[in-house]
């Protein structure tokens, strides 16, 4: 697209922005991102079955080099590591965390290069056969596109966050051709602050990315089901067990996997975070060949029952000569997927956990019906359990129980399964909910100092940046000084309050001007009394580590306007109660 078409669309976009009322416009606004972050999941998925056909298929099975791909992931890896090292300059944010954090602190303003550097990215790591996910870097792209459409036109807030949100929406939506997961997506994962009028844009988002999808991506390219057996409500208990062990396996999961991960962010060397994942992956695709890519086909290929193409290319095919050690090498792959995905991503691919999820549940319902059908229970539908559970993991792990109950109903063509597919989501859920309160997203945001709540008024204050707010014009006041210098001081600062330092500026206390006025008033004293001792001691410090509902509740405890600040007990400066409930009333009055 030439430089002209490009400011002839900016100058029809600026034309219906200024004569449409605000509502209209975010409308309008909803249509184009949810078609662009569609056109963007389109790309990627396209952009990566060709790498697979094309790599994989044509060449080193064609030329029969099949084992090879063992290396794709390394070289693919690697690949990535390079681009974001060279091109993105270090600069990639990864993760629902980050758009998060960008919702919560950074005004929902996401960097212009996010709208192309994870479809790059993501596509060299999972079309080389990194064992993640694209929706990840689907979602990233999509929120990217919005909040950079609503910054080019200056929207608020407000509306900047919804459309983010609607970005988010519409490439969940074209990833599936899923819309109604797509907008239950943004509004459990993306979004805290819930109104009625939210949902419109976030529909409309939706709708134009399933609807790029539809038009353009096959069936192939989509996760798609039909399902071959009606729910029986005599299956009711299995499904009730099904619950518990997604429950189980989802905290095996987002355990497993944070604990993998946080050992390849401890390894300070690049190449040899990369060497160790790639050579790790090597192994593991060669004993679990599906673990390889998205693994979107071995789940279609569960669901029809196909389980020689899951061990055909693995070292222990000639060991698995019966049903229970088939089963054995299910269970084993499922639990392989979890170290899978975290060594792609903790190595230095970019992906995400949304398919990785899918796949870890599609394996455990086959896992389960297979083995209750290996006992005795015939009757047991082994595509149904296989469909169902992929929601039970998808609703542990993310915590978004309707995203997960509604993607599968959509993927599957309809609404056959609904209840067990609730009652799995929902148990669980609860289940992870009991031991982890917040998803794996929102403890590392805690991590990072940042709390999200569905609270409006907590949500509003955990933006504010206290550091920024730091007032250090307040003049210093030495120990040993004499009453003499601190008139001295006080007559050229504008201040009442002086804090009280020694040599290396570790604060000891505090002279408020209220306080010695008498002193100051008797020259007598000027050279006799000292800085120390007409300081008050402190009553209450803020650190710079702690967040605004700490500092918060110190203001009400101690009953000051003003308290000083400390990093490793060195003065920083103050903070005023004032100035923050200012910065409060402004984020409020932006949010409406």
Do not use: C
């Not at 300070?268 to 693994?295: M, N, Q, T, Y």
């Amino acid at each position: 697209m030439n430089l002209k078409k490009i400011n002839f669309i900016e100058k029809a976009i600026n034309w219906i922005h200024e004569k449409t009322s605000e509502k209209q416009f975010l409308i309008f606004s909803s249509i184009l991102v949810g078609i662009s972050a569609g056109i963007a999941a389109v790309i990627l998925k396209l952009f990566v079955h060709a790498i697979r056909h094309y790599l994989v298929d044509e060449f080193l099975l064609k030329y029969d080099f099949k084992y090879l791909y063992l290396v794709l992931p390394l070289i693919g890896i690697g690949v990535t590591i390079l681009i974001i090292k060279y091109i993105l300059h270090n600069q990639l944010s990864k993760g629902n965390t980050d758009i998060l954090f960008s919702i919560a602190k950074k005004s929902s303003f996401l960097p212009f290069r996010q709208m192309y550097s994870h479809v790059i990215t993501s596509a060299f790591t999972v079309g080389f056969g990194g064992s993640a996910g694209l929706e990840s870097p689907i979602v990233s792209t999509g929120s990217a596109i919005g909040s950079n459409f609503a910054r080019t036109y200056k929207l608020s807030y407000k509306d900047r966050t919804l459309l983010l949100a609607a970005g988010a929406a519409g490439g969940i939506a074209g990833a599936f051709n899923a819309p109604i997961a797509g907008v239950l997506f943004a509004l459990e994962v993306i979004l805290v602050d819930i109104s009625i009028t939210t949902f419109i844009p976030l529909l409309i988002a939706a709708a134009s990315g399933a609807l790029i999808s539809k038009i353009i991506l096959h069936e192939s390219n989509l996760l798609f089901f039909k399902l071959k057996q009606p729910f029986d409500s005599n299956n009711i208990l299995f499904y009730l067990l099904l619950g518990v062990l997604a429950g189980m396996v989802s905290l095996y999961y987002v355990n497993f996997f944070d604990k993998v991960e946080s050992k390849f962010h401890k390894i300070k060397s690049r190449f040899s975070k990369w060497v160790i994942g790639g050579i790790s992956l090597a192994f593991l695709f060669a004993l679990f060949p599906s673990l390889f890519g998205e693994g979107y086909e071995s789940i279609k290929a569960l669901s029809e029952f196909r389980t020689d193409d899951l061990i055909k290319d693995s070292l222990l095919l000639k060991f698995i000569d019966s049903k229970w050690l088939l089963l054995l090498f299910i269970i084993l792959t499922l639990l392989f997927k979890t170290i899978a995905a975290a060594v792609t991503l903790g190595s230095g691919g970019n992906g995400g956990n949304f398919a990785p999820s899918l796949f870890v549940g599609a394996y455990l319902g086959f896992a389960f019906s297979f083995f209750l059908n290996l006992i005795g229970f015939k009757d047991i539908p082994v595509s149904n359990f296989t469909i169902v559970a992929m929601a039970g993991i998808l609703s542990g792990v993310f915590h978004a129980p309707l995203t997960a109950i509604f993607l599968i109903a959509e993927i599957t063509g309809g609404y056959e399964l609904i209840i067990p597919l609730m009652m799995v989501s929902s148990i669980s859920y609860v289940i992870v909910k009991h031991f982890h309160p917040q998803s794996l997203d929102i403890r590392r945001l805690k991590d990072r100092g940042t709390i999200i709540s569905e609270n409006k008024d907590t949500s509003i204050l955990s933006k504010i940046d206290v550091k920024e707010m730091i007032e250090t014009d307040f003049a210093t006041i030495h120990f040993k000084a004499t009453l003499r210098d601190i008139v001295e001081t006080i007559k050229h600062s504008k201040r009442n309050t002086f804090p009280v330092v020694k040599l290396n500026n570790k604060l000891l206390g505090i002279i408020y001007l209220d306080n010695i006025r008498e002193e100051m008033f008797n020259p007598e004293l000027y050279d006799k009394v000292t800085a120390k001792e007409v300081m008050r001691k402190l009553s209450m410090v803020i650190d710079t580590k702690e967040d605004i509902f700490s500092i918060m509740r110190k203001f009400e405890e101690s009953g000051q306007w003003n308290l000083p600040v400390v990093e490793n007990d060195i003065y920083i400066g103050f903070l005023s109660k004032s100035s923050i409930l200012d910065k409060y009333r402004h984020e409020l009055l932006e949010t409406v």
